[in-house]
């Protein structure tokens, strides 16, 4: 469905929500509703929103944008300091501004109209307004009601004052029910109606009387110069309340009975309920018809905070109403009343000191004998504990169904109720499977601990928690093992109710753990043949374990160790910083190796070579960290005489390179005047010697020229590994036409290159050399008529490979390894010195490349050449 887009101006924005607030990030109010500026007059654009309002719910003391936006999307209640106005509605986030919609809270109409407000300011849609109607009509219907019954009262009262004495006829109709009865001034009868003619005897304060001695007792009661006395007596088994109105004047009295038995009844009840609420932990209110409250008990006073008279004359929604109360379950409460229905509701609370707490109130009307409402009876339980534990709850069943855990719910006995989904995927059984019968009658098997299988049996029946692990069997008799977590569930009155538990299959983490030490007994084993220590120590240093071999290494016992610092067995303070540093490593879980200087018990310095790593426990917490010590003194020796001779060495180096450079002055000197001898020889006996002789000079000649190639050969290989590189770009292109300009070629022989070569990263004159000898080797042995000499390479991801491939004679295969060493040389060309593949072996090996080649005998030989792109 494609995304819908609304636009307001504001003008419709102020009529669907006319109390809005919109904040920018800095919490700076942006604009406002127009009836918001009705109840909070001091607002203005650009002024703080933390500074006008306060956020009540949830509470925030000094709310950051972020934290408002963190609790948008549910209701929330903002108050005007000022004002002291409470709002209830939600924050959400719009672009990067946060809006508030919502409405005021009024607890009557009469604080609408003390604001000026109309029913213009509100929104068509907000519920308020006719909540606030229902209260105030309810409360104009008390009103009237009473009203009535003064002007009742008042006109009953008249006419008593203006009627004169009821006549008999008036005063005693056959039809009454009521016994009517007048007696003189000595108690005789003088007049009953039919209902009071019934009346046979009478029962007075625990005494009996017969009908005429009952009325001359009780004359002697009544004092006549009062107009009324009322007593009450029993006469036939039932309860009578009389009237007595005494017309001395005329000389008798007047007496009006009624049968208050179902009344005494109620009452006695009411006394019972009384005194029952009076004890009872929960609150018990008693209220008028109107809902108005006259009487309650301690704990209602202790729940709310209010003294008795605080409370007295008010409704229970005055005492607790919040501005975050359910409005739907007051309205239920409110309907229920006028309905003269009993109720059940849960509403938010507050007290006196403007705590809240859950609150659940259930009502009865309270009737008399006619079946009319005369009092509502309510009891007012502080149910926040269970709200918190059925929120937690309703959590814990959405966590629950989809936990990868297996979770179960049992009755009170251990007889499932309900599992959830991760169950069914782990046992095989489905929910209807399993309802009705305990887990283990259906999981456990004959390889089940039976001490474990015991101890869950006692746990469950003794009503307590349990935590163990359990070999079990799915459907299709597959075994696993579980680690199993069960919690009891008890009612407010710490009655077992449910259990509820938890199964994770650690069959992985068994065999990881039957693994773990399979392998710590193996890798210990090898440490101990390897003659390696192995120290572990917690995250202070302090050495917990040790084994027979660092004890040896160290010269200390276990018990020396146990409970010391490992770094206290350094023999120096840069060592035990060094100690220090890795342990801070190990806790961020790094492991690492690195060599420290040691002193053993007897004195002697040791150096060793330490692996260590982090420790962890089965939670996956780092708890130390444990260390393989290896005794590397000997090898230190080694190295300090490998050092000593590499010094030696280096030093022999420099004065053979001497040597080699004055070798090659020295020799190089003479060959050059053997050189010109010859030449001058030759010139001046022109004609002269034999050609036997002037072969022999050429022969001279062609020797005198080997043996400079060689001088020269040997001064440049012995330099390769002694020469600082200067590393450039090269273009190997440019490299090969040079080689083949400057080196001889004879015209029956061609050198080309077959695809355009790379540029590479390298020293300049070590590449050409490398080219130049390899193509002069191809140029110089070729024995072809046409020779073809063909340069080319590939590339790979971090190398080139060259190529130089010729059509000589080939190379045998038991010589292809053999050709790279010195003065290797397998032909009779007098021009071949047995140098220059060396010096090219030499090159590769200092660039880490390869070279090697592919030859056949007759056919050619091609030299394969892997450098890399980047050399360091």
């Not at 006549?224 to 017309?247: A, M, N, P, W």
């Not at 100690?579 to 040791?606: L, W």
């Not at 060793?608 to 780092?622: D, F, K, L, Q, T």
């Not at 280096?650 to 005047?673: G, M, T």
């Amino acid at each position: 469905m494609d995304a819908l887009e609304f636009k307001f101006d504001e003008n419709n924005f102020n009529r669907l929500f006319p109390f809005y607030i919109l904040i920018d990030n800095d919490l700076k109010i942006k604009s406002f509703g127009k009836s918001l500026a009705k109840i909070c007059p001091e607002i203005q654009n650009s002024f703080s929103f933390v500074s006008c309002f306060e956020i009540s719910r949830p509470h925030l003391e000094s709310p950051t944008f972020h934290e408002i936006v963190s609790n948008s999307n549910q209701l929330s209640v903002i108050k005007c300091k000022k004002s002291e106005i409470s709002l209830r509605g939600q924050f959400e986030l719009v672009n990067d501004s946060l809006l508030f919609v919502g409405s005021p809270w009024f607890q009557s109409m009469i604080e609408v109209v003390e604001k000026k407000l109309t029913l213009h300011d509100f929104a068509l849609h907000d519920p308020l307004l006719d909540l606030l109607h229902v209260l105030n009509n309810q409360e104009n219907n008390s009103k009237e009601l009473k009203e009535l019954l003064t002007t009742i009262n008042n006109q009953k009262n008249k006419l008593k004052l203006a009627n004169k004495e009821i006549h008999d006829i008036a005063l005693f109709p056959m039809q009454n029910p009521d016994p009517l009865i007048r007696i003189d001034t000595n108690g005789n009868l003088l007049k009953r109606n039919p209902a009071a003619e019934k009346l046979s005897s009478f029962v007075h304060d625990g005494i009996h009387y017969e009908t005429e001695d009952f009325f001359k007792f009780i004359i002697t009661k009544i004092d006549l110069d009062k107009e009324r006395y009322i007593f009450e007596t029993q006469t036939d088994g039932k309860e009578f309340s009389f009237v007595c109105k005494s017309l001395k004047e005329e000389g008798y009295v007047n007496i009006y009975g009624i049968d208050i038995t179902e009344q005494k009844k109620a009452q006695e009840e009411l006394n019972r309920l009384s005194l029952v609420a009076s004890s009872n932990d929960n609150g018990i209110v008693f209220t008028e018809r109107d809902g108005k409250i006259f009487w309650c008990n301690d704990a209602y006073i202790k729940h709310t905070g209010y003294t008795k008279e605080e409370i007295y004359g008010k409704t229970p929604v005055e005492i607790g109403r919040l501005p975050e109360s359910s409005i739907e379950e007051i309205r239920k409460m409110v309907v229920a009343f006028g309905n003269n229905e009993p109720f059940d509701v849960e509403i938010l609370h507050k007290t006196k000191s403007g705590k809240k707490f859950w609150s659940r109130t259930k009502g009865q009307p309270i009737k008399d004998a006619n079946g009319t409402t005369i009092q509502y009876f309510a009891m007012v339980d502080d149910v926040s504990k269970e709200k918190i534990k059925e929120e937690r709850l309703q959590i814990l069943s959405s966590i629950a169904d989809v936990n990868i855990n297996a979770v179960i719910i049992c009755d009170k006995d251990g007889k499932i109720e309900w599992v959830n989904n991760s169950f069914e995927n782990i046992t095989g059984y489905k929910l209807a499977e399993v309802i009705g019968k305990t887990p283990g009658s259906i999981l456990q098997g004959e390889e089940s601990n039976p001490d474990t299988v015991k101890y869950l049996r006692d746990q469950i029946k003794a009503g307590e928690s349990f935590n163990c692990e359990i070999l079990n069997y799915s459907k299709s008799k597959k075994k696993y093992w579980i680690r199993i977590q069960g919690q009891p569930l008890k009612d407010k009155n710490g009655e077992l109710i449910k259990y509820f538990a938890t199964e994770e299959d650690i069959s992985l983490e068994k065999n990881y753990y039957e693994s773990i030490k399979s392998e710590k007994e193996k890798y210990s084993n090898i440490i101990a043949n390897m003659n390696m220590g192995l120290l572990e120590v917690d995250n202070h240093d302090t050495i917990l374990l040790a084994n027979q071999s660092f004890c040896e290494m160290s010269g200390y016992t276990l018990l020396d160790l146990i409970g010391t610092k490992a770094s206290d067995l350094l023999s120096n303070i840069s060592d035990k910083k060094v100690i220090q540093t890795k342990n801070e490593m190990r806790s961020s879980g790094i492991s690492d190796s690195y060599e420290v200087t040691a002193k053993t018990k007897d004195g002697q310095t040791k150096f060793w070579m330490i692996s260590g790593a982090p420790n962890y426990n089965v939670n996956g917490e780092i708890v130390g960290s444990i260390g393989v010590h290896l005794d590397i003194t000997q090898q230190k020796s080694l190295e300090l005489q490998k050092e000593q001779l590499l010094a030696r060495l280096e030093k022999q180096n420099e004065q053979l390179n001497e040597y080699a450079q004055i070798v090659s002055h020295d020799l190089k000197s003479p060959l050059r005047s053997i050189h010109s001898l010859i030449s001058w020889i030759k010139e001046d006996n022109i004609g002269e010697f034999s050609p036997q002789s002037v072969e022999y000079l050429k022969m001279i000649e062609s020797k005198v020229e080997k043996m400079d190639h060689l001088i020269h050969g040997i001064l440049t290989y012995s330099k390769i590994d002694t020469l600082d590189l200067a590393n450039e770009k090269i273009n190997l292109n440019d490299v090969i036409d040079n080689i083949i300009n400057i080196i001889h070629i004879p015209d029956n022989i061609k050198v080309t290159i077959v695809s355009k070569l790379p540029t590479i990263v390298a020293d300049k004159y070590r590449i050409q050399q490398l080219f130049q000898n390899l193509i002069g080797n191809a140029v110089t042995y070729i024995d072809k008529p046409n020779g073809l000499v063909e340069v080319d390479f590939t590339e790979e991801e971090e190398h080139f490979i060259f190529s130089i491939k010729d059509n000589g004679p080939g190379i045998a295969l038991e010589n292809q390894e053999k050709i790279f060493k010195v003065f290797q040389s397998f032909t009779k060309n007098e021009k071949s010195t047995g140098i220059g593949l060396s010096i090219v072996k030499r090159i590769v090996d200092n660039y880490k490349g390869e070279i090697w080649i592919e030859s056949q005998l007759t056919l050619g030989t091609t030299f394969f050449v892997k450098l890399p792109k980047k050399y360091n």
